[in-house]
C-alpha cells in the first residue's frame, strides 16, 4: 500500500521526469496484476489501483505527447 502510495503521488507530480513517470506506471501496472491474483478483480483495492494505473498511464501520455 506505501510503494502504490508513492508511485500514486509521483504519477501526479508536476516535476516528475518521463523516467519517473514511467517508473510509476511500470510499478503500478505490477501492483494491479498482483492484487488481482491475490485479491481478485472485484476487489476495492484492486479497483482503486487499477484508477491509479489509468492516471498515471493518463499522465505519462499527456507529458509524452508533444504539444501542437
Same mark, same amino acid.
Given at each position: 500500500?506505501?510503494?502504490?502510495? +508513492?508511485?500514486?503521488?509521483?504519477?501526479?507530480?508536476?516535476?516528475?521526469?518521463?523516467?519517473?513517470? &514511467?517508473?510509476?506506471?511500470?510499478?503500478?501496472?505490477? +501492483?494491479? &496484476?498482483?492484487?488481482?491474483?491475490? &485479491?481478485?478483480?472485484?476487489? /476495492?483495492?484492486?479497483?482503486?489501483?487499477?484508477?491509479?494505473?489509468?492516471?498515471?498511464?493518463?499522465?505519462?501520455?499527456? &507529458?509524452?505527447? /508533444?504539444?501542437?
Amino acid at each position: 500500500a506505501k510503494q502504490q502510495m +508513492i508511485m500514486t503521488q509521483l504519477s501526479k507530480d508536476d516535476g516528475a521526469t518521463l523516467d519517473d513517470l &514511467r517508473l510509476a506506471v511500470t510499478m503500478l501496472e505490477e +501492483i494491479e &496484476r498482483t492484487s488481482r491474483r491475490v &485479491r481478485g478483480s472485484a476487489h /476495492p483495492e484492486t479497483n482503486q489501483t487499477g484508477l491509479h494505473l489509468r492516471d498515471a498511464q493518463a499522465a505519462l501520455c499527456a &507529458r509524452e505527447t /508533444p504539444s501542437t
